[in-house]
Every structure is written in C-alpha cells, then in structure tokens.
C-alpha cells in the first residue's frame, strides 16, 4: 500500500512516454523538412546564378555577334563605296579617252578640209587595232538594231543612234562614222580611209573580206535599190 504512489508516478510516466517520443518525432521531422526547404532554397538560388550567368555569357555572345555583323556591314559598306568609286574612277577613265579620241578625229577632219591633214601615223599597236575594228563590228549590229526598233520604214534617226552607242558604249566617233559607211556603202570612203590611216589604224573586214575604199561618196536621192544608205541620213565626212 505504500508503494501505491511510486506505481502511480510510475505508470504516468510510461503512458506519456509515447507522447513524448511522437512529439520529438515530430520535431525532428520538421527540422529535417526545413532543412530540406532551405536546401531547395539554396539549390534554387544558385540554379538561378547559374541561368543569370548562362544569360549573360549568352547576351555577351549575342553582342559580339552583333558588332561582328555591324563591322561586318561597315566592311561590306566600305567595300561598295570603294567599288563604286572605282567604277566611277573607270568610267571617267573611259569618257575621259573616248573625249580626247574625238577631238583628234574631230581635227583630223578639219585639217583634212583645209588640206593640211599631216602625214601617216605610226601603225597602231595589233590589240589596239583589233580593238577598233572589234567596236566597228558591234556598231554595225548596233545601228541595225536601233533602225528597226521604233517602228518607222527608217527606225531611229541617225543623229539619235549615233548619240546613244557613243553615251552607251563609249565608242568614238571615228567607229561609229566607219560603220555607218560600211553598212552604207559596203566600203568608207577615200576621205575616211586617209583620217583612220592618220590615226593608225591598218585593215580590217568587213562581211569576210578586206575593208574596201572607194571615192569619196556624193549624196543621192534615196531608191529602192539604195533604200538602207537613206535610212543612214547623211553618210560620210564633209
């Protein structure tokens, strides 16, 4: 009967021994648990360092790129203008030669009216005289083109045609008056004969055979026979 307290203490104790292992159980669970969420936490934190620096490698990249393609296009830029300066350089080159041909073959004509056309040139060089009688050749389909492309029984005039091959393809006055002789007349004329030989400038065909030179032409009134010299205009020098 003494002992009847100590039992009592005794048996409390063993019954609130479950509640007390359950509780620290449970505490012991919710630490591990938040342990895992600041794990995760941190986890997270340093995926997203990772992606903010994945980004920014990637912007960096993507920046470069674009100024590669920003020099690249200033490259590509610098290189048209330098192109078209060229061509441009090239082009008054070409005007520039054509301009200075003329005038000589404008003052060949001129001192060959007065009678003081000077004495025959040195023969041209063999590319150089080619290269003439090569511009006569295209003139000559030049001019038959222009003359059947508007539509009239003569095409185009000749003062329009000679204007445009010359803007056109630069070629000089003394090749486009040389084919409109030749397409013509089927030869040029003494008076043009005697300039080309100033200019050296040495033979040339025409239709598979020598260039001929005939007298100087006289203008005559158009015929049936002779309808192509009326589409030409006036042919020949003087």
């Known amino acids: 009967m003494a002992n009847e307290p100590l039992n009592a203490k005794i048996g409390a104790l063993q019954a609130s021994r479950g509640a007390l292992k359950a509780t620290a159980l449970g505490t012991l669970r919710t630490q591990e648990r938040n342990y895992q969420i600041a794990e995760q936490g941190l986890q997270n934190t340093a995926n997203a360092q990772?992606?903010?620096v994945a980004q920014d490698v990637a912007k960096n990249k993507l920046t470069a790129s674009g100024q590669a393609v920003t020099m690249r296009g200033q490259d590509l830029t610098a290189a048209g203008k330098a192109a078209t300066n060229a061509l441009t350089a090239s082009g008054q080159q070409i005007t520039s030669a054509r301009d200075q041909a003329n005038a000589l073959y404008h003052n060949a004509l001129l001192a060959q009216k007065q009678g003081k056309l000077g004495t025959a040139a040195k023969p041209?060089?063999?590319a150089q005289n080619s290269k003439f009688?090569?511009?006569?050749?295209?003139?000559?389909?030049?001019?038959?083109?222009?003359?059947?492309s508007i539509g009239k029984p003569n095409g185009a005039v000749a003062g329009t045609i000679r204007t445009?091959?010359?803007?056109k393809f630069g070629f000089t006055d003394a090749v486009i008056e040389t084919a409109y002789e030749l397409l013509?007349?089927?030869s040029?004329?003494?008076s043009q004969a005697q300039i080309l030989h100033g200019m050296g400038v040495r033979g040339g065909t025409y239709k598979g055979a020598?260039?001929?030179?005939?007298a100087n032409y006289k203008p005559a009134a158009p015929t049936v026979g002779n309808a192509v010299k009326g589409a030409l205009g006036t042919v020949g020098i003087g």
């Open 164 to 167: 445009t091959i010359s803007a």
């Open 184 to 186: 013509g007349y089927g």
């Open 124 to 126: 041209m060089a063999p």
């Open 210 to 214: 020598p260039v001929k030179v005939t």
């Open 50 to 52: 990772g992606i903010t």
């Open 133 to 148: 009688w090569g511009q006569v050749q295209k003139t000559l389909g030049l001019i038959q083109e222009a003359q059947g």
């Open 188 to 190: 040029i004329s003494a």
